[in-house]
């Protein structure tokens, strides 16, 4: 079984904090993603990564970064944590490939910035 | 651009009962793939189908079936005599084959409240 760990179920951090969330898979996927999830407006993504050191921007990346030094470990940062960043923090992992693989998600991380 | 829309936010029915879950797409590619998770309260989302989109077959397994019908472009999903382990938001998510890094694009979800 595909197994897609993230470092915290709940964080509360303050305006202007610097928040990092880990995620780690160990399936030796090659694609890893870091997507919020607010109510009503599903899953959206903010970066994905097709290959260590490698990243790409999603549809929401602005206020967030990223960072992929190992294959199975897929970061995101918030530079300086705000309020309307508390969300829900999924991370998910697929093979690489020409067809569209299944990607796997972890359990989730819900951040409130206070 | 490409788009999932799941007009039903919130749908309750009574244990037993079946339940269609509607999702309509939009997308120019010609080639693409279709896909349904669950997420119960614990949050995970939990893979339940992919479909691409040569394979307008339905599918079935177990009490769940899915209607897939390119010329509405709609998937649906069909849970028959629902149970209370039923209850999660379920989002159906779509990607092309042309996207980098092979992006989900997902719809708005749609919470199920089955009630014992």
């Known amino acids: 079984d595909v197994k897609v760990t993230q470092s915290s179920r709940y964080l509360v951090k303050r305006t202007g904090e610097k928040v990092f969330l880990e995620c780690v898979q160990d399936m030796d996927h090659e694609n890893m993603f870091w997507y919020r999830q607010d109510p009503g407006l599903g899953l959206r993504l903010i970066y994905f990564?097709?290959?260590?050191?490698?990243?790409e921007k999603g549809d929401i990346p602005e206020g967030y970064s990223v960072s992929r030094e190992k294959k199975e470990r897929f970061s995101l940062i918030l530079e300086s944590a705000s309020t309307n960043q508390t969300s829900m923090y999924l991370c998910?992992?697929?093979?690489?490939?020409?067809?569209?693989?299944?990607?796997?998600f972890g359990p989730g991380t819900r951040l409130t910035v206070l | 651009a490409q788009k999932v829309t799941q007009a039903q936010t919130e749908i309750s029915v009574v244990e037993k009962e079946d339940v269609t879950l509607d999702c309509v797409y939009e997308t120019r590619d010609t080639t693409y793939y279709l896909f349904w998770y669950k997420q119960p309260p614990s949050g995970e989302l939990v893979f339940l189908i992919r479909r691409n989109s040569f394979d307008e077959q339905n599918e079935i397994s177990g009490r769940y079936s899915w209607n897939f019908q390119k010329s509405t472009s709609s998937f649906n999903f069909t849970i028959t005599a629902s149970q209370v382990v039923d209850s999660a938001v379920y989002f159906c998510a779509l990607s092309g084959l042309n996207n980098a890094g092979n992006m989900l694009t997902f719809g708005g979800g749609t919470r199920l409240m089955v009630k014992p």
């Open positions: 998910a992992s697929s093979l690489a490939g020409y067809n569209t693989d299944t990607q796997y």
């Open positions: 990564s097709y290959d260590v050191k490698m990243k």
